[in-house]
């Protein structure tokens, strides 16, 4: 499974940003799939995970603010950010599972300035 990772970028507090993420390779093997981030000097967090039916799970922090999304069809998952702060700044990566193992993404930035 390959994952090609696009839609960060720099914006102000506030404003909105779209992931896309596309699947390629084994993708009838892909069940859940998902987004995470890495901010500088942190350890890597769950922002948003979808299964295959489309249930969704949150992190906390992002509640309500994002929206994690996915075309079965199109092989891709999308994540609509909303209201975006400064702490949500990081690296974003997708995954997706496959056959007991995680992949990722190669990694978008998203910046939230001030």
């Known amino acids: 499974v390959q994952l090609q990772a696009s839609g960060g970028g720099l914006v102000q507090t506030g404003e909105s940003l779209r992931l896309s993420c596309a699947a390629t390779?084994?993708?009838?093997?892909?069940?859940?799939m998902g987004w995470y981030r890495q901010a500088p000097g942190k350890q890597r967090e769950l922002v948003a995970t979808?299964?295959?039916?489309?249930?969704?799970n949150y992190a906390d922090s992002v509640k309500g603010r994002f929206t994690i999304s996915r075309d079965n069809a199109k092989n891709t998952v999308d994540l609509q950010m909303i209201g975006l702060k400064p702490e949500d700044t990081a690296v974003y990566y997708c995954?997706?599972?496959?056959?007991?193992?995680?992949?990722w993404g190669q990694g978008t930035q998203v910046t939230v300035s001030s």
């Open positions: 390779g084994d993708i009838e093997s892909i069940n859940g």
């Open positions: 995954s997706a599972r496959s056959r007991g193992y995680l992949y």
């Open positions: 979808i299964t295959s039916g489309s249930s969704a």
